[in-house]
């Protein structure tokens, strides 16, 4: 595994406020850094510009690296990045294993489908290949998305406040689920919660005073 | 008071649905020798014309069906999100607007020998003096009249499915999936377009139907000999003696349309089974770079062809010297308009009293059957809406005209606008539906808790904060009407000279001149009512917001 590593991103918007300017950071394989920030404060457009999809009237410049190659100006499908958004956006046209044999790469109808299985039994959802996702709970359908993700053999995760929506008593479940998942993943994750940072997790804060956020867990850097 | 008026709104509506049907069943077996004689089928079977005319139909009406629907999701994959997606919501409505048979007039000066696209080249490149001979429009292989129907019905199904995509989030299918490697043009077609096309299926559907059985656009674009199967059951029905063999092509004419919606919903089976194998492979394929250009193209095309169209039914109409091969006319006039009161003005006001009288009664029976049903006092019956859409117009207005002339109400004025009202009604209520069913119920309670009954809750809340659609829902009312060929036809026996009926006969024989100014005028009656639909509740508002500042 490479870490992902970002030089000198900087963010405008069209009416020319400056979301981050040369922030850089680097992650790697298997830690997690935290990015957190008020509502506004240009998290989700830090992830957007790192998957390649950012809203093309936000002016960017910068670098994103996966280890020693440049992703900066390979098209979203070749960047080969996880990423989870708020919403699991399970497909409605499709069943459980249907989702997860769309995110998976390669191989025969049968290693396909065996990998699916085993990967729903790794996940506690056995048997429930057939099911429609409509007909699961909250906590199993976020379980499915990430899975979906993780068998697209990325090689860095990106989450934007994936555990937002999920009731209080899944919450903490998915969390060790998502950071067993991807142990060996350079993992980004965007967040305003702190209870969503895992304790091995670095912190860079966009908060502009660090005295205006309540749990400060790291200071406000250019770096991390 | 409410279910009362519900359920005569639901026997108005339905009762010639069934009398329509009844009136081409009697006749077709038999069983109306004063008026059929005959035996229907074996006089039909007889006919030499009536196997071209199937083949052509089902040609025509399959292929152009089939082009809107490829031309549609074409358009979606390669310019969602573009600036030429922009510009195509900004134009496709008015152009929906335009009704077929002015827009196949359009047509045919914009591509005939001596049409527009011609003198645009000529004598320049081509070296042309005279019209060229290479073909001929309308053609005998049916391809104009496919022209015309793909023109007229891209922008339907795309407004269609435009609508249709808000309830798919598209934005953030489009982004999972490329992160899950698919390109775009992938991800359209294995997650979008298997989503929205379920939301489009019925639109069509009704667009096959229409397409195998269209009359208007038929006799101007289509061919002459055969017709299309509709075309030559008209020609059959005014024959002395044939109206039994015209009533069993109606019934096959449904029963062909049936069919056709059968085998489309199993060809749809087929494709979903063979796009499900394919998506669980997981295969990735390759980005679609060319297919995206090729799909602009072609709809920027058809748009730049409808827009010039509609030129060409302008400029016709003020010309008063346009030889070929001038690409403008040399001398212009505004006679063709105003002093042609006979020819003009007349099916003008013939055509108004009709649209008048549908928007009125459409948009009110609408409005009374959806408060009938909001109230609870009758159920839901969006399939009723849909009959007379899935239903040929060959077929009930054969059988409609057939027990007209038994009643002798055949000709009368009340009759025909009836009929214009049954074919406005299912368009009205499927619009108003949207809005009256989404309609935020405590708007109602907070009025009712002001003391506020059932009337003023009405007229003073609910008509008010739905002005917007009503208004637009009367404009497609207006439109409809306008529009219609075949009932006015049929059932106004010759005594009502629409713009549509002036327009459709009066094809080929008269001055090209006076025919571009009764089609420029059919378009631009529902286009008035689009802007007044559009810009009437928008102006009450702003000028009520005034109001409330300087108070």
Redesign the interface.
């Known amino acids: 595994m490479q870490s992902l590593k970002v030089s000198d991103l900087t963010l405008q918007l069209p009416d020319g406020t400056v979301l981050c300017d040369a922030l850089s950071f680097e992650i790697a394989p298997g830690a997690v850094l935290a990015l957190m920030g008020p509502s506004g404060s240009g998290k989700s457009s830090i992830l957007s510009w790192i998957t390649g999809t950012l809203d093309t009237r936000i002016r960017a410049s910068g670098d994103v690296w996966l280890g020693d190659t440049t992703l900066t100006n390979l098209p979203v499908e070749r960047r080969c990045l996880g990423l989870m958004l708020q919403q699991d956006y399970l497909f409605p046209h499709m069943s459980v294993s249907e989702n997860l044999k769309f995110g998976l790469r390669g191989g025969t109808r049968r290693e396909r489908s065996e990998k699916v299985r085993a990967s729903l039994d790794s996940a506690g959802l056995s048997g429930m290949e057939h099911r429609h996702p409509t007909t699961l709970s909250g906590g199993q359908r976020a379980r499915v998305s990430l899975l979906r993700t993780l068998l697209s053999n990325p090689h860095a995760l990106l989450l934007d406040e994936p555990f937002s929506r999920l009731d209080v008593n899944l919450r903490s479940t998915i969390r060790e689920f998502t950071w067993e998942s991807a142990s060996t993943l350079p993992t980004l994750l965007v967040t305003h919660d702190i209870d969503d940072v895992p304790a091995h997790a670095k912190t860079l804060s966009l908060y502009e005073n660090q005295n205006e956020h309540p749990e400060n867990v790291g200071p406000v850097r250019g770096h991390a | 008071m409410t279910r009362l008026l519900g359920c005569v709104i639901a026997v108005l509506f339905s009762l010639p649905l069934l009398v329509g049907l009844a009136g081409s069943v009697v006749p077709a077996i038999g069983l109306l020798p004063e008026l059929a004689p005959g035996n229907g089928f074996a006089r039909l079977f007889d006919d030499p014309r009536f196997q071209p005319s199937v083949l052509l139909s089902l040609k025509t009406g399959l292929l152009a069906t089939a082009l809107t629907l490829l031309i549609t999701l074409l358009t979606l994959v390669c310019a969602h999100g573009t600036r030429l997606w922009r510009w195509l919501m900004a134009f496709l409505p008015p152009l929906l607007a335009v009704p077929h048979a002015a827009m196949a007039v359009g047509l045919v000066f914009l591509i005939s020998p001596s049409g527009w696209l011609v003198r645009l080249v000529t004598p320049g490149i081509t070296g042309l003096e005279r019209p060229p001979l290479a073909w001929v429009v309308p053609d005998s292989g049916g391809w104009s009249l496919i022209l015309g129907l793909v023109v007229k019905e891209v922008p339907f199904l795309l407004l269609a499915a435009a609508a249709q995509l808000s309830t798919i ?1 598209v934005e ?2 489009l ?2 999936g ?6 775009p043009s992938r991800c359209w077609s ?2 979008i377009l ?2 929205l096309y ?1 939301r489009i299926r019925l639109t069509l559907l009704i667009i096959l139907v229409f397409n195998v059985s269209v009359v208007d656009m038929a006799i101007l674009l289509g061919p002459g000999n055969p017709p299309t199967f509709a075309v030559f059951l008209l020609s059959l029905v005014n024959e002395p003696g044939l109206r039994a063999a015209a009533s069993a092509g109606a019934l096959l004419l449904a029963a062909g349309a049936i069919t056709l919606i059968v085998l489309v919903l199993i060809i749809e089976k087929l494709i979903a089974t063979l796009a ?1 194998y394919r ?4 295969h ?1 394929g390759k ?1 679609l770079g060319t297919l995206r250009r090729v799909g602009q193209v072609v709809v920027a095309s058809l748009l730049m062809l409808s827009v010039s169209a509609m030129l060409m039914l302008l400029l016709w109409s003020v010309a008063r010297r346009w030889r070929f091969p001038n690409a403008l006319p040399t001398q212009w006039t505004a006679e063709n308009w105003l002093s042609r009161s006979d020819l003009v003005l007349n099916p003008l006001l013939c055509t108004l009293s009709f649209a008048l009288f549908v928007v009125v009664f459409a948009t009110g029976s609408a409005i009374a059957w959806l408060e009938s049903e909001r109230a609870g006092k009758m159920p839901r019956l969006d399939w009723l809406w849909y009959i007379p859409l899935l239903i040929p117009q060959v077929t009930l207005l054969f059988g409609w005209q057939a027990m007209a002339l038994l009643l002798r109400v055949d000709g009368q004025w009340l009759t025909v606008a009836y009929a214009h009202w049954v074919y406005a009604l299912p368009y009205v209520v499927l619009i108003l539906a949207v809005a009256w069913r989404e309609f935020d119920p405590n708007w109602n309670s907070a009025a009712a808790v002001l003391g506020a009954g059932y009337w003023k809750i009405l007229f003073r809340v609910r008509l008010p904060l739905l002005a917007k659609p009503v208004a637009q829902a009367a404009a497609v009312a207006l439109a409809v009407s306008v529009a219609q060929y075949l009932p006015t036809l049929l059932l106004g026996a010759g005594r009502h000279q629409t713009l549509a009926i002036e327009l459709v006969t009066s094809f080929g024989g008269v001055d090209r001149r006076v025919i571009a100014t009764l089609a420029a005028l059919q378009s631009l009656l529902p286009l008035i009512a689009f802007v007044a639909a559009l810009g009437i509740p928008s102006l009450r508002q702003s000028a009520k917001q005034e109001s409330h500042a300087v108070a």
């Open positions: 989030n953030s299918s982004r999972i490329r992160t899950l490697g698919y390109s294995r997650l298997p989503q379920a499900a998506r669980e492979s997981g990735r980005a």
